[in-house]
T-cell receptor
Framework: GESVGLHLPTLSVQEGDNSIINCAYS??????FIWYKQESGKGPQFIID?????DKRQGQRVTVLLNKTVKHLSLQIAATQPGDSAVYFC???????????FGKGTRLSVIA | EPEVTQTPSHQVTQMGQEVILRCVPI?????FYWYRQILGQKVEFLVS????????KSEIFDDQFSVERPDGSNFTLKIRSTKLEDSAMYFC???????????FGEGSRLTVL
């Protein structure tokens, strides 16, 4: 069965607001997680990753939170911009052992 | 910045025809992958490749599919006899470490008529 899924298929936010995109995973053995951004007609682009020995990791305007207790992953985008409009996928695997498995994706639309 | 390149960007073919999709992975990467994405759906793993052989493959990757690294730079996906349901975007990816951060190409859109 599917091991990675998403709570919401679409998300609309006002420009300048913060966005939170959620992801649930079912494989408790997964120890590596990545968020990818996919703009229309393009390939997935790496945003940020996190390993299971961490709860939080920050990048430039993005933060990934990992809650292993409930097998939940989230991506927070601060001060969302029109260029953030895309589909966001979480992906998981057992690092070095299994292929990266993608979730279904959340479409983020930024309203100017 | 090094990138994964794919050709063609779009191919239209008749059902039953053979198709070859080509990829040039990032030069110092050792692990190569093909994923596909049916329109509006998630990105699905097809196959991983290392040291001139398949490391893993999904149930989608049946006998109609094959991969090859014919030279030191290209990585190809061949579909022997295309079916309508093979219509999708096919993404090539490469990585330094096995299933670490994957770098994806822009994709090849395959349309089977």
């Amino acid at each position: 069965g599917e091991s990675v899924g998403l709570h919401l298929p679409t998300l609309s936010v006002q420009e300048g607001d913060n966005s939170i995109i959620n992801c649930a995973y079912s494989n408790s053995a997964s120890d590596y997680f990545i968020w990818y951004k996919q703009e229309s007609g393009k390939g997935p682009q790496f945003i940020i990753d996190i390993r299971s020995n961490m709860d939080k990791r920050q990048g430039q305007r993005v933060t990934v939170l990992l809650n292993k207790t409930v097998k939940h992953l989230s991506l927070q985008i601060a001060a969302t911009q029109p260029g953030d409009s895309a589909v966001y996928f979480c992906a998981e695997n057992i690092a070095g052992n299994t292929p990266l498995v993608f979730g279904k994706g959340t479409r983020l639309s930024v309203i100017a | 910045e090094p990138e994964v390149t794919q050709t063609p960007s779009h191919q239209v073919t008749q059902m039953g025809q053979e198709v070859i999709l080509r990829c040039v992975p990032i030069s110092n990467h050792l692990y190569f992958y093909w994923y596909r994405q049916i329109l509006g759906q998630k990105v699905e793993f097809l196959v991983s490749f290392y040291n001139n052989e398949i490391s893993e493959k999904s149930e989608i990757f049946d006998d109609q599919f094959s991969v090859e690294r014919p030279d030191g730079s290209n990585f190809t996906l061949k579909i022997r006899s295309t079916k309508l349901e093979d219509s999708a975007m096919y993404f090539c990816a490469s990585s330094e470490a096995y299933t670490g951060e994957l770098f994806f190409g822009e994709g090849s859109r395959l349309t089977v008529l």
